[in-house]
């Protein structure tokens, strides 16, 4: 059974930073595609990022790029999304998920539960 394990989510203040981290299990992580979506209340969910198993591409939502990296472990089967200059319309639920290989969109394989972001001061 696979399962996709996102913590890290919390409340912060503007101007302030936040790594998430997803633990993957049940898959071959070396060999799936990982990022994360958000969705805020009222929103369709959002791909925020997104990079392939051997890192060799990566994907960024536009209103992220410069503030948001997407890295992985493949000793941990773990992703991570270090979130800084954080805004508060960067407030969301974000989830993690896992594509098949080569794909970097669309619907992903498998989704996490999720872990809410909130930006407020």
């Known amino acids: 059974q696979v399962r996709l394990e996102e913590s890290g989510g919390r409340l912060v203040q503007p101007g302030g930073s936040l790594r998430l981290s997803c633990e993957a299990s049940?898959?071959?992580?070396?060999?799936?595609?990982m990022g994360w979506f958000r969705q805020a209340p009222g929103k369709e969910r959002q791909r925020v990022a997104a990079?392939?198993?051997?890192?060799?591409?990566?994907y960024y939502l536009h209103s992220v790029v410069g503030r948001f990296t997407i890295s992985r472990d493949h000793a941990k089967n773990a992703v991570y999304l270090q979130m800084n200059s954080l805004k508060s319309e960067d407030t969301a639920v974000y989830f993690c998920a896992a594509w098949m290989p080569p794909r970097l969109a669309g619907a992903p394989e498998y989704w996490g539960q999720g872990t809410p972001v909130t930006v407020s001061s």
């Open positions: 990079m392939l198993s051997d890192g060799s591409s990566t």
């Open positions: 049940g898959l071959t992580f070396s060999t799936y595609s």
